[in-house]
């Protein structure tokens, strides 16, 4: 059996402790394979977290955008398949509390042939109720948006932190 070489473990070692910089989170080297799909979920996720941002005033808004077969997974809270569940649960523990903001050159999208689209990307929270509120650290998150009856709605998301 051979043995490790040492200076890759120190190589490995090194590029674990430079991915967490915030320059990890953009990236250089994506091109989307259809502009048109990525400039369109560019706009469903900004309306989609402005409506999130201000759900004290908009909580009908945010809902509007869950597909009724919806699956939330999220690494801390588990997962939720009623969209009453995921709107009441973001009325008391995110409505005016928290706000979301996108790490901005983080996102990917890739079409579903026949169904929508893919979003790949890192977000921040910020958390109000704390004083001196600093961002989350970037979490991972994955939206599936499906393209129903000409209407773009939310069907899986992954939020990952």
Not at 114 to 130: P, S
Request: proline share 3%; glycine share 4%; with cysteine.
């Amino acid at each position: 059996m051979k043995r490790f070489p040492s200076f890759l473990l120190i190589f490995l070692c090194f590029m674990a402790a430079s991915s967490c910089t915030s320059s990890k989170y953009v990236l250089k080297d994506y091109k989307p394979d259809d502009q048109e799909l990525y400039n369109t979920i560019l706009q469903l996720d900004s309306a989609f977290f402005g409506a999130y941002n201000t759900c004290a005033t908009n909580l009908d808004l945010y809902a509007s955008f869950y597909s009724e077969n919806i699956e939330f997974y999220h690494d801390n809270g588990g997962l939720m398949t009623s969209k009453t569940d995921i709107v009441e649960s973001t009325r008391k523990n995110i409505c005016g509390k928290v706000t979301r903001q996108l790490v901005k050159g983080s996102v990917e999208v890739y079409p579903v042939k026949d169904f929508g689209a893919i979003e790949i990307g890192y977000h921040t929270f910020w958390n109000h109720a704390e004083a001196n509120s600093k961002p989350s650290r970037p979490g991972r998150f994955v939206i599936i948006w499906q393209l129903e009856n000409k209407e773009w709605k939310i069907r899986r998301v992954v939020s990952l932190h």
